[in-house]
DNA sequence: GTTAGCACTCGGGCAGGTTGAGTGCTAACA
DNA sequence: TGTTAGCACTCAACCTGCCCGAGTGCTAAC
């Protein structure tokens, strides 16, 4: 499926997409001869153009503008032309400079997280906290609220912590509460979220009349609070810097964009999809399959701790990004977040 | 200090402010009289102007303009001329609606409350989550993690939850986490934090090498853990909609408006500051002595439970922003959040 | 296959003219 | 004395025609 490029051809792609990555105007090719000093005039770079253009790689955006990478041509320089440099052991610095003296939650932890994409790539920052049906669970309580409400509260083995409100149906007291939160904390430790409803199910079938009726409750509810799953939250940082680019000095675009930075959901969506894959992922305009912002590329990689992926974060950027700077921060940031998340649970098995 | 005008002066101001909120465009002379069918003629209306403008209340951006109100136009005009309504019961129904069927924790009741304070709006709608430290203590949870940390879960009054990852400089089994949560809980309940700091301090002072050790290491742990503050956290939603505005038009404002957005730590000093004060309050422009988000207002109120106020919620807007819609928007969010937060709590004590 | 030459295209910038909304001033009027 | 009509003036916004330069595609020669 892939077309193959001579190695002319793929000399001056390449040079085109690094040129408009550079500047943001069409390229000419006058000025491709000049930049690489190729041994080749500017006609013969035309011929080539002509050439590139038919086959999708480039478009021009009137007839007497240089050319424009298209979506497929900067999906071939990033398979076939980028060459992907490692971070200078002074970059690496500069990334961990973010976490020193950390203190406080894991949620903290991941929104600076998205901060220090932003500020490294100078786009826009994302990190996907992960949907907790996918984390493992380490610990539940529940406090009981007054008007027949309680709390219930989940602790992951990553120190995730997130809540939800359930309604008591009979009026249950804190210390009954605590029997059942500790009944539970026994029975599901160690599980994934999948497992310890799969659990709950089969102990609510197999002891039926059997077991206390608190205990019976217990299941009852915890099932109830793990039924509807706790929406993935996402952070976006940093979205401020796409008012810098030219592309989006278009209203109308510029709000589409941020709307949509809003919403979230579509998002979740798309980071779902690129958690799955795992490794480093380049989502490319419109084949993000997310329309909604046209124009956007997407370059994710998965953070894990020992028990598998837990989460996604990455960089939301113009088509036309630096590339080879970005996908190495992405890399490297999801490596370094791994282990920071890691780092309380290797000695621990 | 305020500068009495007579009858017909309020009379121009008032329909130059409407108009141009309406419009956005500088207000003429003609269309002063046309509006408000007053029994004057344009020149005289200029002769008006010419002095509201002497006075400071009005500006034009230049010669053949209309004028265009100035902050301090604006506040004369709210503080004097603007009469509030009250909302019709439907469109008390309309900002209702976005509770209806609301499952889920605290924190996403209030984001969602600035997704409805920007809806209704039509601006961009801000929540505060009350600051740690002006919440009343419910609940506390340790939860051990692995590498010496544990997590620590405060529960408030209002079921809001907070965690924080603290280091552990003994290993303590989570057995004696749960005795030390059990007599914490004992000890504080009820309390608000900066009681619950002073009764910590106070118990270590008073019982020094009395008490069980582990009840020592609890108070100190716990104490630890209140001592720095958590942070306030902010919602903004709606944001986008300062992309429709024609005022913000210039990419150098806007762009500064995002990142004060991004950046919140100035935005939660402003509300920190107008929540002591109580009440609809009303910063208009650089009055607001934030100076990165020139041109913006912002209406706020706190919202509270039983215990006092708890935090604030409010609307940004352009300067040029529809008080009279606004405000009573901003005072029933306020009451209702306050009541949906109480609701759980009344039948309490 | 490569290159030089050339006619052609098209956006951007500049200058000049027109329009219309709106002002301030002056003089007349009640 | 306050109000009004009239008028000259100002100024942004808009349109127009113009030129310029960058860049192209094509053709013919090397």
Redesign the pocket.
Known sequence: MTIELNERGRAILEAIVDDYIASGE??????VTRRHNM??????V??V??DL?EMGFLA?P??????VPTEQGYRYYVDSLLQIRDLTRQEKQTIEKHYLGRKGTVEALLQETGKALSSLSSYAGIVMVPKFTSTVFRHIEFVRLSGGRALVIFVSQSGLVQNKLIELDEDLSQRELEQMTNYLNETLSGMNIQEAREKIAAEMKREKALYDKLMKKALELSGQALEEDIEGKVFIEGASSFLELPEFAEVGQMKKLFQAFEQKSRLVELLDKSQEAGGVQIFIGSANSYNQIEGCSLITSSYQNVHGTIGTLGVIGPNRMSYSKVIPIVDYTAKLVSRLLESGLDKEK
């Open positions: 069409p390229v000419g090719s006058r000025a041994n080749i005039s500017p006609a013969t035309r011929n153009m002509a253009e021009s009137h007839t007497s503008a240089g050319r």
